[in-house]
């Protein structure tokens, strides 16, 4: 969904119309919500919990919504601060003990081609599950949502060179960690 039509909706909101434009609201954005909150909390089913506290949150938050920020930037950030609420409750983190937790990939091994691409996103997903949970969300936001720098920095409510800093490394951390990974897939 674009600024404007995010725009459109808070007007639409504002005029009135809740029902229908929050439905709208929850189809754009809750997949990239339920995505961020996966890729934090690495749990499937705390995952939508917090998917729909996060709902219930902008909900209750648009009528003292300024619109100073993106639409979208406010949201993810709302999103940060449920996932972070989890955490906070759910320590510690803990894994399968082949390390997968709810990571694990539910879908179907094809081919071989198809195999192999599953292995390194799960791969993936591991690597990053494993970074600091700050990492871990700087991470999720720029390379998975394509969030800029100045926009992930408002959204973490950082310093955009603490941003860089995390991004840096992260960045650092998931290569340790997919060169060790791949070197026992071989």
């Not at 600024?3 to 754009?28: I, M, P, S």
Request: glycine fraction near 6%; charge should be positive; hydrophobic fraction near 40%.
């Amino acid at each position: 969904m674009t600024a404007v039509d995010d725009q459109a909706l808070l007007e639409r909101l504002r005029r009135g119309d809740h029902q229908a434009a929050f439905r709208e609201l929850v189809v754009a954005h809750g997949k990239a919500i339920y995505n961020v909150a996966l890729f934090t909390l690495n749990d499937e089913v705390m995952a939508e919990d917090a998917t729909q506290e996060v709902f219930v949150r902008i909900w209750r938050g648009l009528k003292g919504f300024k619109a100073q920020a993106k639409l979208a930037s406010w949201i993810y950030r709302i999103t940060k601060n449920v996932c972070y609420d989890y955490l906070k409750k759910r320590r510690p983190e803990r894994l399968d003990e082949d390390g997968e937790g709810a990571l694990a990939d539910n879908g179907q091994l094809g081919p071989e081609g198809e195999y192999l691409a599953g292995q390194q996103h799960l791969a993936v997903r591991r690597a990053v599950a494993r970074l600091p949970e700050r990492q871990r969300m700087a991470i999720t936001l720029h390379y998975f949502h394509q969030r800029s720098y100045e926009e992930v920095a408002e959204i973490m409510e950082q310093p955009l060179g603490t941003v860089k800093s995390y991004l840096h490394r992260a960045k650092a951390s998931l290569a340790g960690a997919l060169k060790e990974m791949e070197g026992r897939l071989v």
